[in-house]
């Protein structure tokens, strides 16, 4: 089989809504591009004109590449052996869209992988033109750079300058999020999917700096998590009381006027959390942005079943292969009973509690 022919096929294993031949095009092309730019990390150290900057990033990056099997059980492969400089910000850019009154995302189904919640574009403009059309059509959209992704282990995913930029935590949380998904995917279940990735990712953070950061820095990073865990909690609070308003009798017009209400109160809300932070302004951006339903479920869609699978987690004993093989079991399931067993994992609200 020519090569283009077996990648063409083998990226249909991952490639978010290959649902056009043009769309299809981009996704095996902009691929081929990028694992023509990967060169091993050997070759880029050993290379006497190698910046001493990047030098230290791809270092840095080894040893948690290194750290991410011996530590945390995640595939000893070829992934992340390589680096590529892309020349660009993202590397892909997910295009999310959900109707004017669903906060459901859009899915968009292919037959191997089933259906996923976005659609990726290796050409930002592509991406934004694609939302445009989708926006014309009534739909709410949001276009996000997406710094990095997986092959699934169908190819050998290389480090990128698109995540190396962030520094050493931001390319740990990347790198153990994507090896995670080499270990357990759904095919279909985008929550379920990242969920999980996310809880690795959350745990693979908080060894690494236990065992690499200082007692400040790791207090610095259970500070952050937390004002993480708050602000998706705003956002499903906000995201279940737009599907309230949504499921109601009120007229479209009642609906879209309340909408904006509900959008802006949230708005408020964060001002509020922001200044419980003492002024920590991360999340300033996300809500600079244009806010609706897609936006919204962009962040849901990662976060959903985190408390689920902590809790699987910490039921195992901190053993993250017999967490694997927990999670592994439950994907195993039909959707129904998967969801019905993570949602007995969540943790109760404290009013429920005994």
């Known amino acids: 089989m020519p090569v283009r022919l077996m990648l063409a096929s083998a990226l249909c294993l991952f490639a978010c809504g290959c649902t ?15 694992m023509a730019m990967a060169r091993p990390i050997s070759d880029v150290l050993d290379d006497g004109t190698t910046d001493p900057a990047l030098r230290q990033q791809l270092e840095a ?46 899915p968009w189904c292919m037959l191997f992988i089933g259906c996923v919640n976005y659609r990726g574009y290796y050409d930002q403009s592509t991406a934004s033109r694609y939302a445009s059309e989708l926006s014309s059509a009534g739909a709410d959209t949001h276009v996000g ?23 050493e935590q931001e390319v740990a949380r990347i790198i153990f999020h994507e090896l995670a998904h080499q270990i357990v995917y759904v095919k279909g279940d985008s929550a379920f999917n990242e969920s999980f990735a996310t809880a690795v990712e959350n745990e693979g953070v908080r060894r690494w700096l236990a065992r690499t950061a200082t007692p400040e820095r790791l207090r610095n990073y259970e500070t952050q998590q937390e004002r993480k865990a708050q602000f998706r909690q705003l956002v499903v609070d906000y995201r279940d009381k737009l599907r309230v308003l949504y499921a109601s009798n009120l007229s479209l017009e009642a609906k ?9 109160e949230m708005k408020e809300t964060y001002a509020a959390l922001k200044a419980a ?16 339903n897609a936006t919204l479920g962009s962040v849901s869609l990662y976060t959903k079943w985190v408390p ?47």
Not at 76 to 105: I, K
Not at 145 to 167: C, E, H, I, K, W
Not at 316 to 321: A, E, K, N, R, T
């Open 20 to 34: 056009g031949i043009s769309y299809y095009t981009q996704a095996v092309e902009g691929h081929l591009r990028l």
């Open 61 to 106: 990056a080894s040893a948690i590449r290194e750290f991410a099997s011996r530590e945390l059980a995640l595939p000893d492969n070829r992934s992340y052996r390589d680096y590529a400089d892309l020349g660009r910000p993202f590397v892909v850019w997910n295009v999310f869209a959900a109707p004017e009154f669903s906060v459901d995302l859009q």
């Open 145 to 167: 750079g997406v710094p990095a992704y997986t092959t699934l282990g169908y190819f050998s995913d290389p480090l990128l300058n698109t995540f190396l930029r962030y520094g």
């Open 256 to 264: 879209r006027h309340a909408k904006t209400e509900v959008i802006a």
């Open 277 to 292: 932070w003492g002024g920590f302004g991360a999340y300033d951006p996300w809500f600079s942005q244009p806010l609706n």
């Open 308 to 354: 689920a699978f902590q809790a699987l987690l910490e039921q195992d004993g901190g053993d993250l292969p017999r967490y694997y093989q927990s999670v592994a079991r439950l994907a195993d399931l039909a959707q129904a009973e998967r969801e019905a067993a993570l949602s007995l994992l969540l943790p109760k609200p404290a009013a429920l509690k005994d």
